[in-house]
Each structure stands twice: as C-alpha cells, then as structure tokens.
C-alpha cells in the first residue's frame, strides 16, 4: 500500500462548506497546515473544529470546496489508505478495553501486515518515547490511570508512523498537573518527530503552548490563524472578543515554558 512521505504531509481547505441537517457547519473555509507544522483548532462549542478533523480524514466529505491532504482531495483518496496514514487521537485515548497495551498499540501495523518481530519492536519503542516501561505491555487499559490511558492513544496513533497526527481535545478530561505533563510530553515528541499536526481544543492557553499557529473559528469561519504573537496584536474585533474571554494574559506575553 503507498504511503504519505512524512516530510511532504500537508492540509488544505479550500472554500469548503459542510451541511449538517440543513444548518451550515463550515462557511467557504479556507486553511493550510504546512509540513512539520501544528496548527491548533479553538474556538466555542459548535464552531466546526471536529467537523475539520472528519473532512481531513475523509470520514466526511465537503459539500462544495476542497479538502486536500499532501495535495491529493480526499475525495480522490481511497478512504482505508487515507485513515492509515493518519494518527487520530481522541479524549480519553478510546482505547479497545478487550486488548492489551501492546495490542492496542499495534492495530493500524497489524492491519497493515508488518511481520511480527518488527510489530514487537515498534511497541517497544514507542513504549519508551511515551515514557512507559516495558512492564505496561501486558496490561489491559482498565488498569492504567487516564494519563497512561492517554499516552498509550497516542502512541496508537503514531504506531505505523503516520504523515498527519489529527488530535481532538486530546488532554481535556485529565487533571491538570497531568494534563500539563502530557502537554510538555507533546512538545518533546513533536521537536523529535515533526509531524504535521492539527489538535483542537477549547483551551486557549494549551493552544498557545503547543501550536505553531492558533486558528480561531466561529461559527464555521475561519477569523484568524496566527502565531501566538500576531494573534495577541491583533486588533480584529472577532479575534479580541474570543482573547478576552478565554486567553491566560501570561501565556501569550512570555509564550510556553521552555523544554530543557
């Protein structure tokens, strides 16, 4: 099966608009993630940040405009291949309750036929890159606390080293000091791996910690998609109503804390 170079993965929207029961979800939506970049979704409940995960692995499908991952429409991608070649990692890991870490973890390389040993190995790795010890392999997910829970989703996603990571509110439902783990754990797995990433959140500050750029939606528009920076200087009516109501003034003026 072909799969997506890591280094060309890209996301663009181009005037899409989606319908769900009548009632327009995304309004002439334009976007573009560009490789090794992530891009943060925020904005209120029912702004469409879910829906642009969907469009992008081809669950759903535009009603009019273009969706394109690598430059290829994902209406022309064969829908298995496209979801392969994405990690999807969802709140509360999702984990399959009947399988171990380490089956959890393999599903997408089984799927994808790769030969035991190499199976072994890749848990074993990605074990280590999420900072849990090979004596996780054997448990099953009701015997993890939900920041193992999460971790192990997110090496799931990784596991068949996919192109695009698409993350929805992957932190939300933990405490915070583990949810802030889990964040700086993010930042040292994506200065290693550079994957193309698209997260959403309701968070602001998490979006400003871990993007490159924020894209501010509502009510299916796309009002801003800015650095962290620009975003704090812009003037932009719409952009200033969403900062004010949920930005941490800190985290915009001194930017995350650094990694080392």
């Avoid at 973890?105 to 999420?130: C, G, H, K």
């Avoid at 993350?167 to 439902?173: I, Q, V």
């Avoid at 915070?176 to 200065?191: A, D, H, K, N, V």
Wanted: aromatic share 4%; hydrophobic share 45%; glycine share 6%.
């Amino acid at each position: 099966m072909l799969r997506v170079d890591v280094s060309m993965a890209s996301v663009s929207f181009r005037n899409v608009v989606f319908e769900r029961d009548g009632a327009r979800v995304l309004d002439h939506f334009n976007l573009d993630v560009e490789p090794g970049e992530v891009v943060a979704l925020v904005g209120r409940s029912g702004a469409g940040k879910t829906t642009v995960l969907k469009l992008v692995n081809g669950l759903l499908l535009p009603a009019s405009g273009e969706v394109a991952v690598s430059g290829k429409r994902t209406a022309d991608w064969n829908g298995i291949q496209l979801r392969r070649s994405t990690g999807y990692v969802i709140q509360e890991a999702g984990l399959f309750p009947h399988l171990s870490v380490a089956e959890n973890i393999a599903v997408v390389p089984q799927l994808e036929r790769w030969e035991p040993e190499r199976i072994r190995a890749r848990v074993t790795e990605l074990l280590t890159l999420i900072g849990l010890s090979e004596a996780y392999r054997n448990r099953w997910p009701r015997e993890l606390s939900g920041g193992e829970r999460q971790r192990v989703g997110l090496a799931r996603a990784l596991a068949a080293d996919p192109a695009l990571l698409l993350m929805d509110e992957p932190f939300g439902a933990l405490d915070p000091i583990t949810r802030s783990e889990l964040q700086r754990e993010f930042r040292l797995i994506q200065s290693r791996l550079r994957k193309t990433v698209i997260i959403v959140t309701h968070d602001m500050a998490e979006a400003l910690t871990l993007a490159d750029r924020v894209a501010l939606l509502e009510r299916g528009k796309l009002i801003a998609c800015e650095t962290p920076v620009r975003l704090a200087e812009s003037r932009d009516p719409a952009v200033r109503r969403l900062l004010d109501a949920v930005v941490v003034p800190d985290v915009l003026r001194k930017g995350p804390a650094p990694l080392s």
